[in-house]
């Protein structure tokens, strides 16, 4: 017992350091703008900077898009899996795999040639980038965002939920929105988040659809000209991406102990 | 005219026939069950009833009107899930007011048909909490309290007590006809707990492997079984390998011993005939004289003390029978190896 949790403490602290360490050490560069002191002036001039927060905006509000239209899509697909169509579970989980596996490079340009031309000209306009680009993203966070549904889906009796309401006189419209989606609420907000957390430091898509209007490509562009915001600003988006990890596991944990004693709501 | 009304259905998986040309007429306020083994077909055909499957061939008319085709919303009737299927994000009175909700009805009306219902199941006191802080049998009475709240035509429950332990499933099943009879309403209920359909049932309904035993009262079922199946599904039956068969003179030998069985029309035996008698048709003792009354002597194999009855098992020179009798305080129990004469009337006893 004892040397089982030695050993297990050591690689647990390997692990760390490994994980911990590039962290320290960059934190600790982007502190060090001005020769022989400690200061966070890198910082301030990552969030002096306009276009900081015009691309940062720009970035969550496409990704506000993409969750939408994702949820959208993928909630009923995956109802539809579940109670109709589970032979075809294989095949629309291997598409929605298929983003993993496709380099992105690959995957934006074929994008760019398809809806660039005839019947779409998508790229003719700034609204169509838009389209576009959240379009590419829906896709791209596909993996996250079916596995995550597909979970919440398997903790409800779907098929027998589904018969209930519709013995009781509902639609379909009306078992969705009323039995279906809140059912899921849980699940949703993990995609959400994960989905969020991609999107907005997405640096490959959004450099070629629409370029330095948003977050990732901003932040590139920093890395490469200034010496200590490059780090500082990899501080930032990390710490960002972390804030949202926290919400997933905070709404996980309330779920659990909902499920396991009977608390209050 | 029948209320409700299955003809010929039928229902067909790849190449299985699951259901086979099942015929079944019920008349309104009345409760019927479909009893037999696990994959007879029982759901299949419950769910056919509900608009969840579609025949193959067949079709069911309900109050004079062909629903056969007719989507499961547009039905009206209650349905009552193994699993409760309550919707967990809503509380109890909103699962309740959730069929009354799609029909359209005022806020006000739809509050007093919840509380209505809550206190015909006798939870009044929880409208506000959410199933998943009731336990199993509350969870399955709101439930009930849900499909009954829209006044459907027929009410449809498929197992509905199998998941609950043993003492709420008694104390349910008695709730549920209590209700059913109250509110007279016609009642269709799958089990394969022979004890529930019996308690419960106007008229039982035995499958077996897609098609129809028997369809009769509990009673008719239970002593008068139309078929080999029957006799040994329902209840505890004895089957005595039998000879020198004289169909004429409606005798035959088991185990040595002439019995007189009876005859009825419509109720040849098979190839291989063998006796067929209930453990409880047969007595200790000597008869009062009576020639009707047939007579095997053996002795005790095994004794079984199952409460309310004692089981013995006895050997009549190599063959076993199963004899029950009634238990009582001052019973001296019969003890292995003694020997002991059993009687039984011969309107006890047929061939299959
Ligand atoms: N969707 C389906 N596809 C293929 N076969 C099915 C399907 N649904 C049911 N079956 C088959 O039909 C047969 C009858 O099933 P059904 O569920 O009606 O039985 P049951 O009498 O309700 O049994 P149980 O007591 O176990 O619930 C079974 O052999 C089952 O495997
Ligand atoms: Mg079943």
């Known amino acids: 017992m004892k040397r089982g949790s030695f050993w297990s403490w050591l690689w647990v602290a390997i692990g760390g ?41 720009f970035s969550l509000v496409i990704a506000l898009f993409t969750v939408f239209f994702s949820i959208l899509l993928v909630v009923p697909t995956v109802y539809w899996i579940r109670l109709r169509l589970p032979q075809l579970r294989m095949l629309v989980e291997f598409i929605s795999m298929l983003s993993y596996v496709i380099p992105a490079i690959v995957l934006v340009f074929g994008l760019i040639r398809v809806f660039s031309g005839s019947p779409f000209y998508l790229t003719n306009s700034y609204f169509g980038t838009y389209v576009l680009l959240v379009a590419a993203y829906v896709v791209l966070t596909l993996p996250f965002s079916f596995r995550a549904i597909d979970t919440g889906m398997s903790a409800i009796d ?65 890395g490469q000209n200034k010496t200590y915001e490059s780090s500082s600003i990899t501080i930032i988006s990390f710490l960002m991406t972390w804030a949202l990890m926290m919400v997933i596991q905070l709404f996980n944990r309330t779920k659990a102990n909902n499920g396991t004693h009977s608390g209050g709501r | 005219m029948a209320f409700i009304e299955l003809s010929n259905l039928s229902k067909v998986y790849g190449t299985t026939t699951v259901v086979e040309n099942v015929n079944l007429s019920a008349e309104k306020g009345e409760f019927i069950s479909f009893l037999g083994p696990s994959g007879c077909g029982k759901t299949t055909t419950l769910r056919m009833v509900a608009g969840f499957e579609l025949p193959n061939t067949g079709n069911i008319v309900l109050d004079g009107t062909d629903i056969t085709n007719l989507s499961p919303r547009d039905r009206n009737i209650g349905m009552v899930f193994q699993s409760y299927a309550l919707f967990p994000n809503m509380t109890i009175g909103q699962n309740i007011g959730f069929g009354l909700q799609t029909r359209k009805l005022s806020k006000t009306e739809i509050k007093e048909k919840v509380a209505e219902m809550l206190a015909l199941v006798h939870l009044e006191s929880h ?99 139309a078929t080999e199946f029957v006799a040994q599904f329902v209840g505890q039956l004895n089957l005595l390998p039998v000879s020198a068969v004289d169909l004429d003179a409606a005798t035959c030998t088991v185990a040595e011993q002439t019995v007189h069985f ?26 009062a004289t009576d020639e009707e009354v047939n007579v095997l002597r053996g002795e005790i194999a095994s004794v079984l003390f199952l409460g309310a009855i004692v089981r013995l098992r006895v050997r009549v020179n190599d063959v076993f029978i199963t004899a029950d009798i009634f238990n009582e305080r001052d019973l001296t129990f019969p003890r292995t190896g003694d020997e002991i004469v059993l009687n039984f009337s011969k309107h006890a006893c047929w061939l299959i």
């Open chain 1, 17 to 57: 350091l490994y994980f911990f360490l590039p962290l320290l050490s960059t934190f600790d560069f982007s502190l060090r703008a001005k020769k022989g002191i400690l200061t966070f002036v890198a910082y301030e001039n990552i969030f002096k900077d306009p276009q900081f927060w015009s691309t940062i905006r």
């Open chain 1, 158 to 222: 779907v098929r027998s939920l589904t018969e209930a309401a519709q013995s009781l006189g509902a639609g379909w419209g009306t078992i969705l929105f009323r039995v279906i989606f809140p059912n899921l609420k849980v699940a949703i907000l993990s995609s959400v988040f994960l989905t969020l957390a991609t999107v907005i430091g997405e640096y490959t898509m959004a450099s070629f659809i629409i370029g330095l209007k948003s977050f990732g490509p901003y932040m590139s562009l920093v």
């Open chain 2, 127 to 225: 409208i506000d909490k959410y199933p998943y802080q009731l336990s199993g049998g509350q969870q399955q009475r709101i439930a009930l309290a849900r499909a009954l709240a829209i006044n459907p035509a027929v009410l449809l429950l498929d197992e509905p007590l199998s998941a609950l332990d043993a003492k709420i499933r008694v104390e349910l099943r008695l709730e549920i006809r209590r209700i059913q009879q109250t509110m007279g309403i016609t009642t269709i209920y799958v089990t394969h707990d022979q004890e529930e359909a019996m308690l419960l049932s106007d008229r039982v309904m035995v499958m077996s492997q897609g098609h129809v035993e028997q369809i009769g009262s509990p009673s008719m079922i239970y002593n008068h079984p």
């Open chain 2, 262 to 287: 009876e005859t009825a029309a419509g109720r040849e035996p098979g190839e291989s005939p063998r006796l067929a008698i209930r453990p409880e048709e047969l007595h200790i003792g000597l008869p």
